[in-house]
């Protein structure tokens, strides 16, 4: 039976997320690193991922964003899901009231500056946060600017409003039955380490692996150490045992 590995980028991500870690997992399968187009729905990405590949099994590896997207796959076609990766992620739908209103006006007002000032702007606003503060001045943090750089102001529109309009997969996470990895950068700002220990909990089998110095960007802070991870996921989801 085929086996292929889905590697989901986040919010203003490409393949260039996974370049440490496409080599080395496609010893175990092929690799696919999808382009989300201006879908505008996390479900729309999921049923698109599902439409682009013909493997029988995939292992699903998921970060930010593409988390929520591999959780919307597995939604989807639980039967064809042997795996899942889900890295500095989130599972809850947006919240009610003023904190809701906060996450849209606080998105909506880069998404402005992304159309006024242009996509390097925007990123130099947001991109900070995204990683450890060690790395302010390093070529990881430049290599992020030039991702965001190559993506488009309707792009960031259009995941926008996949993100604002996210569903909530709390009781999802009860039924996922797969061999399932969390991973979290120790410093991770936007995705804390807290709430993947509650993903942990609810997901049953499920193993956690923190990055250390490492914050929401770990594929490309600490790719080594993610490397690492990924590939004992992957062989534990491809018949082998759980790394312990």
């Given amino acids: ?10 919010l203003l991500c490409d393949d260039a997320v996974w370049v440490d870690q496409r080599g080395p997992l496609s ?14 729905s996390l479900g729309a990405m999921a049923d698109h991922v599902l439409e682009s590949v013909e493997a029988d099994r995939l292992l699903v590896a998921g970060h930010s964003m593409g ?9 989807r076609a639980p039967d064809r899901v042997a795996g899942l990766a889900l890295l500095d992620t989130g599972y809850t739908e947006r919240p009610a009231g003023d904190v809701g209103e906060s996450e849209r006006a606080q998105r909506m007002k880069l998404l402005d500056l992304a159309r006024t000032q242009g996509m390097r702007a925007m990123g130099n606003q947001w991109a ?12 990881v943090y430049q290599a992020i600017l030039d991702m965001i750089e190559r993506s488009t102001a309707d ?23 797969c061999p399932t990895t969390l991973v979290c950068g120790r410093d991770d700002r936007w995705s804390p380490l807290a709430r993947h220990e509650e993903m ?26 993610v ?13 082998g045992e759980a790394a312990q």
């Avoid at 926008?160 to 009860?174: C, G, H, K, Q, Y």
């Avoid at 490397?227 to 018949?239: C, H, K, N, Q």
Wanted: glycine share 8%; with cysteine; proline share 6%.
């Fill in 128 to 139: 900070p946060g995204m990683v450890h503060p060690d790395r302010l001045d390093d070529k």
């Fill in 1 to 10: 039976m085929r086996t292929q590995i889905v590697l989901l980028p986040g």
């Fill in 200 to 225: 942990h909990a609810r997901i049953r089998g499920s193993q956690l692996r923190v990055i250390e110095h490492s914050g929401h960007m770990c594929t490309m802070e600490r790719p080594e150490e």
């Fill in 155 to 177: 792009k960031f529109a259009a995941q926008i409003r996949a993100l604002l309009d996210r569903p909530d997969a709390t009781e999802l996470l009860d039924e996922i039955n």
């Fill in 27 to 40: 010893a175990i399968g092929e690799c696919f690193v999808p382009d989300y187009g201006m879908r505008d």
């Fill in 67 to 75: 988390g929520r997207v591999a959780l919307e796959i597995f939604r």
């Fill in 227 to 239: 490397t690492t991870v990924l590939l004992e996921w992957a062989r534990w989801a491809a018949g």
